[in-house]
């Protein structure tokens, strides 16, 4: 019985230690960035901004893309609580073609892995494509 009582104590101690430890909390103005239409070889730099609502210090130690043609850049240090900050996205819009990229976010926040997303078409106003000409149809010739 003295035993058993000892570990709810033990155990008891530690939650409530826990407990008063902070938890850093990361939100997102936007979780998804939709860039629309835009020209090839435009600015393809977008911005997250981001608050950290907790009660300690945000610190993220990854961002990674899906793929080499988005990179994302982290901030360098940690977030204080209050604070606000940013991670930045490049898009290579070199690529014709619509898009949509996931970026992952890995902190040391309550929700530790965030998904943004980022997504548009890149068109070339110097090259219509296939489906951009307009080309008579062999019916309308009857």
């Known amino acids: 019985m003295k035993n058993l009582f000892a570990l709810m104590m033990i155990v008891s101690f530690s939650l409530a230690t826990f407990a008063q430890e902070g938890q850093a909390k990361i939100t997102f103005k936007t979780e998804t960035i939709d860039y629309g239409t835009i020209e090839k070889d435009a600015d393809g730099l977008r911005t997250f901004e981001f608050t950290n609502t907790g009660d300690a210090p945000l610190v993220i130690s990854n961002v990674k893309s ?3 043609c988005t990179i994302p850049k982290k901030p360098d240090g940690p977030i ?6 940013v991670i930045e996205v490049k898009y290579d819009t070199k690529r014709v073609a619509p898009f949509r990229k996931t ?12 998904a943004l997303k980022i997504k548009g078409t890149v068109t070339d106003p110097n090259n219509n494509g296939v489906m951009q000409k307009k080309t008579p149809s062999v019916m309308q010739n009857n």
């Open 80 to 85: 204080m609580p209050g604070e606000n900050g």
């Open 103 to 114: 970026i992952t976010v890995t902190s040391n926040a309550e929700r530790t892995t965030v």
């Open 66 to 68: 899906t793929c080499g």
